[in-house]
């Protein structure tokens, strides 16, 4: 079995494992300490998940709590592993109100194993085919919305929205926090438990939040600030286009090129040309 770490924040490492193991190996033992996510990417994997067998393939993802041994029978495959800190369980056990779901309350059921939608599909190949283009905050809010369509999955209904007017009101300050320090560190490689620990809470609260007082996401209104910063520098001759595009927070050129294109309908050269 090979083994590549692709991705490490501050709450979500991902993996990626090949697994080819014959009858003549018998297979392969391991434990599991923390709350997982696992697509299947291709092939398809025979396991042992706290004694309880599956048989997983494409358009599948297992949802695992922590503490407890697996088995890997003879397989042949490719998947993605999403680990995430304990502090980030009970944090999204917390702000779903997950305390009487009959699967993450329930010490006897550790896996779950569930058929995927076209949505999931979507945002773990976005994830998966994105890393190391695009900056944390970006990957941080597609995981959190990842992690979200998979526990409505697992508790077949939408989760709650608690953005009333009235918690709006509230926590205006929080979003006038956030907003500040996007605008002030945009060109910064910004996570999202970066920007919630300035905003004092959860990075999922902050997520929702927002999302909802604003209409962009965390990452929406990120990208907005550093085009709109971006358009300034171009009108300066000196600096070339790669010079913006690093000056304004963006890790590549074409990713640069692509959201500048797509907010002004002109590449980067061609808007200093007009």
């Known amino acids: 079995m090979q083994s590549r770490n692709l991705f ?15 009858q003549q190996e018998g297979g392969s033992k391991g434990y599991n300490d923390c709350f997982c996510l696992v697509f299947v990417h291709s092939g398809r994997f025979a396991v ?53 779901s009959s699967f993450f309350v329930n010490p006897n059921l550790l896996t779950l194993s569930l058929t995927t939608s076209p949505a999931i599909d979507y945002l773990h190949h976005q994830i998966v085919h994105n890393l190391g283009q695009v900056g944390k905050l970006e990957v941080d809010c597609l995981v959190v919305k990842l992690v979200r369509l998979v526990v409505e999955r697992v508790e077949n209904r939408p989760l709650a929205e608690l953005a009333t007017p ?48 604003t209409g962009y996401s965390p990452h929406q209104y990120l990208v907005a600030v550093r085009l709109t910063h971006a358009e300034q520098l171009l009108r300066q001759p000196t600096l070339t286009v790669a010079d913006v595009c690093y000056a304004s927070g963006f890790n590549s050129p074409e990713h640069f090129a692509a959201a500048f294109q797509q907010k002004n309908h002109l590449s980067p050269t061609q808007y200093r040309k007009q």
């Open 166 to 213: 009235m918690v709006k009101s509230f926590h205006l300050e929080t979003i006038e926090q956030a907003k500040m320090y996007l605008n002030s560190q945009f060109n910064q490689d910004i996570s999202l438990v970066d920007l919630a620990s300035h905003c004092c809470v959860s990075p999922f609260h902050l997520s929702r939040l927002f999302k909802e007082c």
């Open 48 to 100: 042992e998940l706290a004694t309880q067998p599956y048989e997983l393939y494409t358009g599948h993802v297992v949802v695992e709590k922590a503490d407890y041994a697996y088995k890997l029978r003879p397989s042949t495959g490719v998947c993605s592993i999403f680990n995430f800190s304990a502090s980030f369980y009970e944090q999204f056990i917390e702000e779903y109100g997950l305390r009487h």
């Open 8 to 22: 490490q924040s501050d709450f979500c490492e991902i993996k990626r494992w090949a697994i080819n193991l014959t």
